[in-house]
């Protein structure tokens, strides 16, 4: 038997996020651990779920499951966010409206600088000396 789900691609700095939306019982699951013990920081949880809020859904009507790799936790976390935003989007079309507006389905560019030739890191010159 095969569940039904929907599914949302999330990206942010290095970090990849494939989030599956299904009905169930309010489980949260990221990489095979609980959504709270993954994401242990203040407010990161909170803030993946916002857009449960946005739509006007109860994230307790809902199974989801992520599988999240590459960068940092708070890349990561934002990565799952927006993840979750698509996944509710393919759901229902109508929550468009209330995504977009609470900022939800745009991807946030900023990448890491490449380093240039002669300085330390990206802008960061080697010290001047006179002598």
Known sequence: MSVQYYEGIGRRKESTAR??????????????K???????????????LRAFKAVGQDNKKYDISV???G???????????LGV???????NVDWTAALRKN?????????????KPGLKKARKAPTYTKR
């Open 34 to 48: 609980e959504g709270p013990v993954y994401f242990p920081r203040i407010g990161d949880f909170e803030d993946i």
């Open 103 to 115: 900022g939800l389905l745009t991807r946030d560019a900023r990448i890491k600088e490449r380093k």
């Open 85 to 91: 935003a698509r996944a509710l989007q393919s759901i």
């Open 67 to 69: 599988h999240v790799n």
């Open 19 to 32: 989030v599956r939306v299904m009905s169930g019982s309010g489980k949260f699951v990221v990489n095979e």
């Open 71 to 81: 960068g940092g936790v708070a890349g990561q976390a934002e990565a799952v966010r």
